[in-house]
């Protein structure tokens, strides 16, 4: 019965798309401010709004930035500093957009860091570093903002989360951790604000080809290098090696940014923004899966792993 009802329910609302299409605003007088614009989605949509007639502000970590994409933007738009960790800056970001317009479009909480790698070998404060950025500081970008989202009904908030917000594969906790409380934050915020008419959006893309991935290897192994010797030695060298290798060849598998681009246009521009997108293969691949039974996935999961090399301590467990 529930599963009827699901399938109509389903059907009921592609009809309803399809024969009432969404529509794009018009961007004329619309401001738009979104984070960490250095480099990859934040930079390559802070570009795009920028062309088809949106105020963009973009916000940026580099001060080596804010005049490098400046020249990129038109004179409409505004770069400035931004770290999304320090009050005193998104403070500040609230008065430069309150100068400009007390009626915001758009926020766009795309800032967020990568780091991490098996639980036994990171750090708490690594944990609290990355929560940090990935979720306190859009938590505080929204609060701080509310107020100008809040003027008029159809204004939004774009919240950048990952395929690692709704699967957790090994290996990157602590960026699920924070990713899995972006989307647990942007549906509670969704529900409060649906009365005032603000849309909120969350962007699951898979891997791309972004800066987020730029020195990982690097950090990796000063995880290792930091590890005490008893954690070594459950491990191994011959782990880690095969480990390093393993997540080498995974970040092969990256796509072109430009698919969140198109995603991260349309939630900021549609008269009918999705309330989540899912760009890139791997996003569409492992949504299903997260919906199996833990078990099923567990077994998937193992079934990978079966021809890796087994840690030192799970080789002495066997005897």
């Excluded at 960026?175 to 909120?200: H, I």
Aim: proline share 4%; glycine share 8%; hydrophobic share 40%.
């Amino acid at each position: 019965m529930i599963v009827t009802l699901i399938l109509i329910l389903f059907v009921t609302y592609k009809l309803y798309e399809r024969f009432f299409p969404a529509s794009w605003g018009d961007p004329n007088g619309k401001y738009v401010l979104i984070s960490g614009c250095d480099t990859g989605f934040g930079n390559g949509l802070a570009k795009e709004l920028d062309c088809q007639g949106y105020n963009v502000i973009a916000g940026v970590y580099s001060n080596n930035t804010i005049e490098q994409l400046g020249k990129e933007l038109s004179s409409k738009a505004t770069v400035f500093k931004l770290d999304i960790t320090k009050q005193q800056d998104i403070d500040g970001a609230f008065e430069l957009v309150k100068s400009k317009t007390d009626n915001l479009h758009a926020l766009v909480n795309n800032a967020g860091v990568g780091r991490g790698g098996l639980i036994d070998w990171t750090p708490l404060t690594l944990y609290r570093d990355v929560m940090e950025v990935n979720f306190f500081g859009h938590v505080s970008m929204t609060k701080t903002f509310l107020p100008l989202l809040l003027r008029q009904p159809g204004n939004r908030i774009v919240n950048i989360s990952s395929i690692a917000g709704y699967f957790a594969s090994p290996a990157v906790s602590a960026y699920c951790a924070s990713k899995y409380a972006l989307e647990a934050f942007s549906d509670c915020l969704r529900r409060e604000m649906a009365q005032w008419g603000l849309k909120v959006s969350v962007i699951e893309p898979g891997l791309m080809r972004t800066a987020i991935f730029e020195g990982k290897e690097e950090a990796l192994s000063q995880l290792w290098t930091n590890l005490t010797s008893d954690t070594k030695e459950r491990w191994g060298e011959a782990f880690f090696d095969q480990h390093m290798k393993r997540m080498n060849d995974f970040m092969k598998n990256t796509q072109d940014p430009m698919i969140v681009v198109r995603a991260l246009q349309h939630a900021v521009s549609s008269s009918k923004p999705n309330i989540r997108y899912r760009p890139g293969w791997q996003s569409a691949l492992m949504f299903p899966l997260s919906m199996m039974p833990a078990w099923f996935a567990d077994m998937l999961m193992a079934l990978g792993d079966g021809t890796l090399e087994k840690p030192v301590g799970v080789l002495k467990q066997r005897g």
